[in-house]
């Protein structure tokens, strides 16, 4: 059972929008710090952007930072990356992410990975 569910990758020109979502299950999501991270080929992940919890504060990747804006919602149980001006290099897999405590102690969950590629 997927704890993760990514959604809404694809294929965009440069300077086009893509908004990834993320659905998750089966864990409380409302106590989760959720984040995305992209893998592009030959490197490494990379941690994307994070939105905690309580409060909903937010920090991003430079690389990103003024294009991409991560959001939560906790009665849906998602979280959102909204992706503005996509460049070439924001080619990657992108992953969700949840961390949190439970009662069993911490978890790192991942999601299986949603395809974007900024060609023209």
């Known amino acids: 059972v997927q704890l993760l569910v990514e959604s809404g990758g694809g294929l965009v020109q440069p300077g086009g929008s893509l908004r990834l979502s993320c659905a998750a299950s089966?864990?409380?999501?409302?106590?989760?710090?959720m984040s995305w991270y992209r893998q592009a080929p030959g490197k490494e992940r990379e941690l994307v952007a994070v939105v905690t919890t309580p409060g909903g504060s937010t920090n991003y990747a430079d690389s990103v930072k003024g294009r991409f804006t991560i959001s939560r919602d906790n009665a849906k149980n998602t979280v959102y990356l909204q992706m503005n001006s996509l460049k070439p290099e924001d080619t990657a897999v992108y992953y969700c992410?949840?961390?949190?405590?439970?009662?069993?102690?911490?978890?790192?969950?991942w999601g299986q990975g949603t395809q974007v590629t900024v060609s023209s």
């Open positions: 089966r864990f409380t999501f409302s106590r989760s710090a």
């Open positions: 992410n949840a961390k949190g405590i439970a009662t069993f102690g911490r978890y790192d969950y």
